[in-house]
């Protein structure tokens, strides 16, 4: 026959009481005093970190959510859900931050409009709250902009995934970044000569290949300048021309195709005619695209990267391709 054993947290079937009362307390309130009382992590001694001794480049806290407003171009405001991340630098002998401050902070600034310079507050913000010396933060949202059709006059709400980023070195040097994804067709240029080729020597019908494709634009603002959202969009629509559309009639799926056909382009094209867009725009310090054409003539995808060519700016070393799917 089995002993019969207590429990720690719970009865047990032979009638012994848990050994460790639960409960929660809805009445008790937090007094000055208390708090005070209460054990912090940042007061550990050296001997309570683990690991090298070293220091981290960034630490602190990914995706936390709230509705922030954004201005537009002509002035209006949106409110948008905005997923944050919040970095602070973290000095070899401490063992840890105050994750909390760095929310905490953000909520402080939370009612005002985003710009650059709302950024770089929170960002010293940060810098002064967590006793750190260098600090980052990105807010990214989807940005809605009414587009027109190309014929029938109708208008559609279409989406762009973006990101602005702020970077406050110990030097007192602050970087502003903005990150914006644009979704275009692209129409096969060997494709397309191809079939004129088979319609013309063997009357053959035949549709040229095109498919969904996505640039991913990171542009620097030059120190002074603003440069929106909708300017960016309008550099990749001057230069692609076949931005994929959300209200159609007949009419206008049938402009889309002699559209894509007047813009045919390899993913090498897309690369260099949005350097000659964004390049000519003083307003940019600097800029990264990276594009990718998702094939529908084979099972892999064609991409292409270039930057703007800065002494110590941008590198071409984007890789993470799987992030352009759309």
């Not at 405001?77 to 000095?91: C, D, P, R």
Request: aromatic share 10%; hydrophobic share 35%; glycine share 8%.
């Amino acid at each position: 026959m089995s002993k019969k054993k207590p429990m720690y947290l719970h009865r047990s079937s032979h009638g012994h009481p848990a050994r460790i009362a639960r409960g929660y307390d809805k009445k008790f309130k937090v007094q000055p005093t208390y708090r005070q009382s209460l054990p912090d992590m940042m007061e550990a001694a050296h001997d309570a970190i683990q690991g090298a001794n070293v220091p981290i480049q960034q630490v602190g806290i990914h995706n936390f959510k709230l509705p922030l407003k954004y201005r537009t171009k002509g002035g209006q405001i949106h409110t948008l859900e905005t997923s944050v991340t919040g970095t602070v630098s973290l000095e070899a002998e401490l063992k840890g931050i105050n994750m909390s401050r760095i929310m905490r902070t953000f909520y402080e600034h939370k009612g005002g409009v985003i710009t650059g310079e709302w950024m770089g507050k929170v960002l010293k913000n940060y810098l002064r709250n967590v006793d750190s010396k260098d600090a980052r933060l990105k807010i990214s949202f989807s940005y809605p902009m009414l587009r027109p059709s190309l014929r029938s006059g109708l208008e559609g709400w279409q989406f762009y995934d973006a990101s602005f980023e702020g970077v406050m070195t110990h030097t007192g040097r602050y970087r502003r970044f903005i990150h914006f994804d644009f979704v275009y067709s692209s129409a096969c240029p060997c494709s397309a000569e191809l079939s004129e080729h088979a319609r013309d020597l063997r009357g053959a019908y035949t549709v040229p290949h095109s498919q969904r494709s996505k640039a991913r634009v990171t542009v620097e603002e030059a120190e002074g300048k603003k440069i929106w959202i909708e300017d960016i969009h309008q550099h990749c629509l001057d230069a692609l021309h076949t931005e994929t559309q959300v209200m159609v009639k007949r009419e206008d799926e049938q402009a889309f195709a002699e559209l894509n056909g007047a813009y045919l382009k390899f993913v090498e094209d897309a690369a260099r005619l949005l350097y000659k867009e964004f390049d000519a725009d003083r307003r940019i310090a600097d800029f990264r695209i990276a594009c990718t054409h998702l094939e529908s003539l084979h099972s892999h995808d064609a991409v292409s990267v270039i930057c703007k060519g800065v002494k110590g700016g941008f590198t071409a070393d984007f890789m993470d391709f799987g992030q352009l799917l759309c």
